[in-house]
């Protein structure tokens, strides 16, 4: 998300190989790699920070290490900050549009 707009939306289903649907730092990882550089270039540009509140998989010591081998900036963030959420406000935008949308 950036202020010129919304990037893809990604449905996580069934995200190990093993099915066992566990969200962790590979998978993380994973959807990082194919999501991040895309959405960032046609939203942002080249220069871009990206934001990771404090989950478990956001702070593994594999998942810090991708986002320095990438050269990614982080911008720092408290672990109980919901009123600065943007993803809170993505979802409220997201239903208000269903909302609309359904007759």
Do not use: C
């Amino acid at each position: 998300m950036a202020a010129s707009g919304m990037g893809s939306l990604v449905f996580i289903n069934d995200v190990t190989v093993d099915r066992s649907r566990t969200m962790n730092s590979e998978v993380e990882r994973n959807i990082l790699s194919a999501q991040i550089r895309p959405n960032a270039s046609k939203l942002i540009g080249r220069h871009f920070i990206t934001q990771q509140d404090n989950d478990p998989k956001h702070t593994a010591r594999a998942t810090k290490g991708f986002l320095t081998a990438k050269k990614w900036k982080i911008l720092d963030w408290l672990s109980q900050s919901p009123d600065l959420n943007p993803i809170e406000h993505a979802f409220y935008m997201l239903k208000r549009r269903l909302k609309a949308e359904v007759p």
